[in-house]
C-alpha cells in the first residue's frame, strides 16, 4: 500500500513570525569589564548552542560531557516510572536492584534531620515540573554505584546553625563516593551541612551541568584521594552567595569548566579560603568562557597542578588568576560548543536550576532504551497523571500495542522527519481474534496523543479467503485523543473510534493526517473530527461499488459523531463508484443512529452520485447524514444529498464537535476552530 507523505494542506491567513532572542545577553556592556585572555575558542560538535536562541541541547534528556563517555549515563532508562510524593516511597524505589525513572512531585521531608537517601545504581532521579524538592536530607551514592542521573530537584536546608564551617555535620545535598558514571543536572542547592555537591574518592566520568549553588560556605568539592583518576564536566552553573570550593578540585585526571557563572561571592575578609575556582594537588584543570563577578582569588592552581584558561570575562574581581601547564584539550574526548562569555550571565541565571520544561514529561526512548513501544507503554505507572513522552526512532516496528485504561497522559511521538518514517504494523485480521483482537494498535485510555507516526496493519486480504477480513490499524476507546501528522493504512476497517459503551462519548481529534481503506474504514461512535486531513478511497477493482468510506454508529443521544472538513479526499478508483457512509447499528442496536457531516471538502469523481447507502436493514434516510460545501467533481449536490443551511452550519464546527462538557479545544493552538 502507498500513501501521501506528510502534508498539511493550506491555512488562508497563516504568517510566519519570527523570534529574536537574548538580544541583551549578547550586548552586555563592556564597562568595567576585562578579557582574561584573548585567544579566540573554536567550537565544535553535536552539542552545539547559540546564545540567541538556546539549542534543544539545553534541554536534551541524554548525558553529555565526560558522563557521555565509555557507553555513556542513561540512569534508570528501561526501567519503569514511578512518581514519589513521600520518603519512603523515594527511599525504597532509590534503592532497589531494578533500574527506575523516580519523578519527586513536591517537598519531600526527610527525617531523622539529614540524613541520607541512598541511591543504587541505574536510577533517574527528577523532580516534577520545577516544584521536586528534598529538605533536610542528602542523597548517597555508595562505592561501586554507577549510571544515575540526578536532575530538576532542589535539595535544601540541612544546615546546622552556627556550623558554618560544617565541622559537626557531613549533611550534603549529594555525596558521590567511588562512583562512576553520573549526571547532575538542572538542580538547586542551597543551605546544606558541609558542602553542597562532594564527589569523591576516584569517581569516574561525572558531569555537572546547569545547576544553582547558592547561599553556603564550600559549594562543591572534588577530590578525597590521593590518585589521579577523576574525570570531569562542569558547564553552565551559577555560583552565587557562596565562599569557597566553586569549584575545588583535587587530583583530578581532567577537569572541564565552561560557561559558568560565579558572582556575589560572600566578603568575609578571608584572604585565603574564600576563592572561586582551584586546580589542586595534580589536577588538570582548562576554564573556558566562564563570568566572574565580584570575586576574589577568581581561579587558582597549585604548583603541582595545572590550569588552562581562556575567554572568560573577570568584573569586580581581585587576587589570583592562575594559568600554567598544558592541561589537556576538551575536544579530544568529546564534542561541544561555548557559549560567549558575555551571554553567560543572563543565559545561566535563567536556564540554570530546575525548570519547568525539563520536569514536566518523562521521555521513554524505543529503541535506545526500551526494545519495544510496548515495553514503553507498559514502564508508565498505573494512574499516571504527569506526561510520558515514548518517542519512537525511525524505523519499522512489527508489533501491537496497547495502550490500557489506567494509563492516560501519554505522547506516542516519532522523532523521524516524516511519518512514513516510523511505522507499527501488524498484519492480523478480525477472524483470527475478531476486529478488536486485529487492531495494530489499541488506545483504551484518555489524553493520549500521537504525533508523526504511521499505524498500518498489512494483512492482504487479497492474498486469501476468510470469513473475517477486516483488519484495525488503530482502535480508540479513550477520550480526548489526538492524532497529529499521523497515517493510517490498511483496507477494511482501517481506523474505529468508539467509545468503552453507548452512551459513554469519546472524542478524538485528526489533524493534518492521511487515512486509506476500502469499507468502512472510518468508522465507530465516538466524536470524531477529521481536519486538514487527505483521505484515500481505495480500490477494489469493481466500477460499480468499491466501497465505504464511513460506518458511524453515534448514540442518538449525541448530536455530534464524525465531521470531515477541510480536508481532500482523493481516488484512483473509477467513477461513481464509492459511497460516502452507511449507518452502522452493532447488534442491530436502534439507538445507534449515525450522524456524519463532510463540509468545506473537495471530493474525487469516484465519490457516488447517491453517496449514502442503506446498511443491515437500516435506512440510510433515518441517519443523520449531511454536506454542506463541498467541492471537486465528486461534490454535484442532488436529491439524494442532504445539504446544511448556512444558519444550521454555524452549529456544525470542530469546536463544537470537540467541546463536550470541559470545553476541550485540541485545535486551540493552530486557532483552527471553524
Given at each position: 500500500?502507498?500513501?501521501?507523505?506528510?502534508?498539511?494542506?493550506p491555512?488562508?491567513?497563516?504568517?510566519?513570525?519570527?523570534?529574536?532572542?537574548?538580544?541583551?545577553?549578547?550586548?552586555l556592556?563592556?564597562?568595567?569589564?576585562?578579557?582574561?585572555?584573548?585567544?579566540?575558542?573554536?567550537?565544535?560538535?553535536?552539542?552545539?548552542?547559540?546564545?540567541?536562541?538556546?539549542?534543544?541541547?539545553?534541554?536534551?534528556?541524554?548525558?553529555?560531557?565526560?558522563?557521555?563517555l565509555?557507553?555513556?549515563?542513561?540512569?534508570?532508562?528501561?526501567?519503569?516510572?514511578v512518581?514519589?510524593?513521600d520518603?519512603?516511597?523515594?527511599?525504597?524505589?532509590?534503592?532497589?536492584?531494578?533500574?527506575?525513572?523516580?519523578?519527586?512531585?513536591?517537598?519531600?521531608?526527610?527525617?531523622?534531620?539529614?540524613?541520607?537517601?541512598?541511591?543504587?545504581?541505574n536510577k533517574?532521579?527528577?523532580?516534577?515540573?520545577?516544584?521536586?524538592?528534598?529538605?533536610h536530607?542528602?542523597?548517597?551514592?555508595?562505592?561501586?554505584?554507577?549510571?544515575?542521573?540526578?536532575?530538576?530537584?532542589?535539595?535544601?536546608?540541612?544546615?546546622?546553625?552556627?556550623d558554618?564551617?560544617?565541622?559537626?555535620?557531613?549533611?550534603?545535598?549529594?555525596?558521590?563516593?567511588?562512583?562512576?558514571?553520573?549526571?547532575?543536572?538542572?538542580?538547586?542547592?542551597?543551605?546544606?551541612?558541609?558542602?553542597?555537591?562532594?564527589?569523591?574518592?576516584?569517581?569516574?566520568?561525572?558531569?555537572?551541568?546547569?545547576?544553582?549553588?547558592?547561599?553556603?560556605?564550600?559549594?562543591?568539592?572534588?577530590?578525597?584521594?590521593?590518585?589521579?583518576?577523576?574525570?570531569?564536566?562542569?558547564?553552565?552553573?551559577?555560583?552565587?552567595?557562596?565562599?569557597?570550593?566553586?569549584?575545588?578540585?583535587?587530583?583530578?585526571a581532567?577537569?572541564?569548566?565552561?560557561?559558568?557563572?560565579?558572582?556575589?561571592?560572600?566578603?568575609?575578609?578571608?584572604?585565603?579560603?574564600?576563592y572561586?575556582?582551584?586546580?589542586?594537588?595534580?589536577?588538570k584543570?582548562?576554564?573556558?568562557?566562564?563570568?566572574?563577578?565580584?570575586?576574589?582569588?577568581?581561579?587558582?592552581?597549585?604548583?603541582?597542578a595545572?590550569?588552562?584558561?581562556?575567554?572568560?570575562?573577570?568584573k569586580?574581581?581581585?587576587?589570583?588568576?592562575?594559568?600554567?601547564?598544558?592541561?589537556?584539550?576538551?575536544?579530544?574526548?568529546y564534542?561541544?560548543?561555548?557559549?560567549?562569555?558575555?551571554?553567560?550571565?543572563?543565559?545561566?541565571?535563567?536556564?540554570?536550576?530546575?525548570?519547568?520544561?525539563?520536569?514536566?514529561?518523562?521521555?521513554?526512548?524505543?529503541?535506545?532504551?526500551?526494545?519495544?513501544?510496548?515495553?514503553?507503554?507498559?514502564?508508565v505507572?498505573?494512574?499516571?497523571?504527569?506526561?510520558?513522552?515514548?518517542?519512537?526512532?525511525?524505523?519499522?516496528?512489527?508489533?501491537?500495542?496497547?495502550?490500557?485504561?489506567?494509563?492516560p497522559?501519554?505522547?506516542?511521538?516519532?522523532?523521524?522527519?516524516?511519518?512514513?518514517?516510523?511505522?507499527?504494523?501488524?498484519?492480523?485480521?478480525a477472524?483470527?481474534?475478531?476486529?478488536?483482537?486485529?487492531?495494530?494498535?489499541?488506545?483504551a485510555a484518555?489524553?493520549?496523543?500521537a504525533?508523526?507516526?504511521?499505524?498500518?496493519?498489512?494483512?492482504?486480504?487479497?492474498?486469501?479467503?476468510?470469513?473475517?477480513?477486516?483488519?484495525?490499524?488503530?482502535?480508540?476507546?479513550?477520550?480526548?485523543?489526538?492524532?497529529?501528522?499521523?497515517?493510517?493504512?490498511?483496507?477494511?476497517?482501517?481506523?474505529?473510534?468508539?467509545?468503552?459503551?453507548?452512551?459513554?462519548?469519546?472524542?478524538?481529534?485528526?489533524?493534518?493526517?492521511?487515512?486509506?481503506?476500502?469499507?468502512d474504514?472510518?468508522?465507530?461512535?465516538?466524536?470524531?473530527?477529521?481536519?486538514?486531513?487527505?483521505?484515500?478511497?481505495?480500490?477494489r477493482?469493481s466500477?460499480?461499488?468499491?466501497?465505504?468510506?464511513?460506518?458511524?454508529?453515534?448514540?442518538?443521544?449525541?448530536?455530534?459523531?464524525?465531521?470531515?472538513?477541510?480536508?481532500?479526499?482523493?481516488?484512483?478508483?473509477?467513477?461513481?463508484?464509492?459511497?460516502?457512509?452507511?449507518?452502522?447499528?452493532?447488534?442491530?442496536?436502534?439507538a445507534?443512529?449515525?450522524?456524519?457531516?463532510?463540509?468545506?471538502?473537495?471530493?474525487?469523481?469516484?465519490?457516488?452520485?447517491?453517496?449514502?447507502?442503506?446498511?443491515?436493514?437500516?435506512?440510510?434516510?433515518?441517519?443523520?447524514?449531511?454536506?454542506?460545501?463541498?467541492?471537486?467533481?465528486?461534490?454535484?449536490?442532488?436529491?439524494?444529498?442532504?445539504?446544511?443551511s448556512?444558519?444550521?452550519?454555524?452549529?456544525?464546527?470542530?469546536?463544537?464537535?470537540?467541546?463536550?462538557?470541559?470545553?476541550?479545544?485540541p485545535?486551540?493552538?493552530?486557532?483552527?476552530?471553524?
Amino acid at each position: 500500500m502507498t500513501h501521501f507523505p506528510s502534508k498539511r494542506l493550506p491555512r488562508p491567513g497563516a504568517v510566519l513570525a519570527a523570534v529574536v532572542g537574548l538580544v541583551a545577553a549578547l550586548c552586555l556592556g563592556a564597562v568595567g569589564e576585562a578579557k582574561a585572555a584573548a585567544e579566540p575558542v573554536a567550537a565544535a560538535g553535536p552539542m552545539a548552542t547559540d546564545a540567541s536562541l538556546p539549542s534543544e541541547a539545553r534541554w536534551t534528556d541524554r548525558a553529555h560531557g565526560f558522563a557521555s563517555l565509555a557507553g555513556g549515563t542513561t540512569g534508570g532508562a528501561g526501567g519503569k516510572v514511578v512518581t514519589v510524593a513521600d520518603q519512603a516511597s523515594l527511599a525504597r524505589y532509590a534503592a532497589a536492584e531494578e533500574p527506575y525513572v523516580i519523578r519527586v512531585k513536591g517537598a519531600v521531608a526527610v527525617e531523622p534531620f539529614g540524613s541520607d537517601i541512598v541511591v543504587t545504581s541505574n536510577k533517574t532521579i527528577i523532580g516534577v515540573g520545577d516544584t521536586g524538592e528534598i529538605v533536610h536530607g542528602e542523597l548517597h551514592l555508595n562505592p561501586g554505584t554507577h549510571n544515575v542521573i540526578i536532575r530538576n530537584l532542589t535539595i535544601r536546608d540541612s544546615y546546622v546553625e552556627g556550623d558554618w564551617d560544617g565541622k559537626t555535620t557531613d549533611f550534603d545535598a549529594i555525596q558521590l563516593d567511588t562512583v562512576d558514571h553520573v549526571w547532575i543536572d538542572h538542580n538547586r542547592f542551597t543551605h546544606m551541612g558541609d558542602g553542597l555537591l562532594d564527589i569523591r574518592k576516584d569517581s569516574q566520568y561525572i558531569t555537572v551541568s546547569y545547576n544553582r549553588f547558592t547561599n553556603h560556605n564550600k559549594a562543591f568539592g572534588i577530590g578525597w584521594t590521593t590518585n589521579v583518576l577523576t574525570q570531569i564536566t562542569i558547564d553552565h552553573n551559577w555560583f552565587t552567595g557562596t565562599k569557597q570550593r566553586n569549584p575545588s578540585a583535587d587530583n583530578c585526571a581532567y577537569a572541564h569548566l565552561y560557561n559558568n557563572y560565579v558572582s556575589a561571592q560572600v566578603v568575609d575578609g578571608d584572604p585565603v579560603w574564600t576563592y572561586g575556582n582551584w586546580s589542586r594537588g595534580h589536577t588538570k584543570m582548562v576554564i573556558e568562557n566562564g563570568y566572574y563577578d565580584g570575586v576574589q582569588h577568581p581561579y587558582q592552581a597549585d604548583a603541582t597542578a595545572e590550569l588552562v584558561q581562556r575567554g572568560s570575562i573577570l568584573k569586580n574581581t581581585a587576587g589570583r588568576t592562575d594559568a600554567w601547564g598544558a592541561a589537556f584539550d576538551p575536544r579530544e574526548f568529546y564534542a561541544y560548543r561555548l557559549d560567549p562569555a558575555a551571554a553567560v550571565p543572563a543565559l545561566v541565571t535563567r536556564l540554570s536550576g530546575p525548570q519547568q520544561r525539563i520536569g514536566a514529561a518523562v521521555t521513554l526512548h524505543v529503541p535506545a532504551d526500551y526494545p519495544t513501544v510496548q515495553s514503553a507503554v507498559d514502564a508508565v505507572p498505573e494512574g499516571n497523571a504527569d506526561a510520558v513522552t515514548v518517542a519512537v526512532a525511525p524505523g519499522t516496528y512489527r508489533e501491537k500495542v496497547f495502550v490500557p485504561a489506567t494509563k492516560p497522559n501519554i505522547l506516542l511521538q516519532g522523532t523521524g522527519r516524516d511519518r512514513s518514517d516510523t511505522v507499527i504494523v501488524h498484519d492480523t485480521p478480525a477472524a483470527y481474534g475478531g476486529s478488536t483482537g486485529s487492531a495494530t494498535v489499541r488506545i483504551a485510555a484518555n489524553d493520549v496523543t500521537a504525533r508523526n507516526l504511521t499505524f498500518s496493519n498489512d494483512f492482504d486480504e487479497a492474498a486469501v479467503e476468510l470469513d473475517g477480513e477486516q483488519a484495525l490499524a488503530m482502535k480508540t476507546t479513550g477520550d480526548r485523543i489526538v492524532f497529529e501528522n499521523t497515517a493510517f493504512l490498511g483496507n477494511q476497517d482501517t481506523l474505529m473510534t468508539d467509545s468503552p459503551k453507548l452512551t459513554t462519548v469519546s472524542r478524538v481529534y485528526l489533524r493534518d493526517s492521511y487515512v486509506e481503506g476500502d469499507v468502512d474504514f472510518v468508522y465507530g461512535r465516538a466524536t470524531t473530527v477529521i481536519d486538514r486531513s487527505v483521505i484515500r478511497l481505495l480500490s477494489r477493482g469493481s466500477t460499480t461499488n468499491n466501497g465505504y468510506l464511513t460506518a458511524a454508529s453515534t448514540w442518538t443521544g449525541n448530536p455530534y459523531g464524525f465531521l470531515l472538513t477541510r480536508s481532500k479526499v482523493v481516488s484512483d478508483a473509477p467513477a461513481d463508484s464509492f459511497h460516502l457512509g452507511r449507518p452502522w447499528h452493532p447488534g442491530g442496536e436502534p439507538a445507534a443512529v449515525a450522524q456524519v457531516l463532510i463540509r468545506d471538502t473537495e471530493l474525487p469523481a469516484a465519490v457516488k452520485s447517491t453517496p449514502w447507502t442503506d446498511m443491515s436493514g437500516f435506512s440510510w434516510r433515518d441517519a443523520r447524514f449531511a454536506e454542506y460545501r463541498n467541492h471537486g467533481p465528486g461534490a454535484t449536490v442532488s436529491a439524494d444529498r442532504p445539504q446544511l443551511s448556512d444558519a444550521d452550519a454555524k452549529a456544525y464546527t470542530v469546536a463544537n464537535y470537540l467541546k463536550g462538557t470541559d470545553g476541550w479545544a485540541p485545535f486551540a493552538r493552530t486557532g483552527t476552530a471553524h
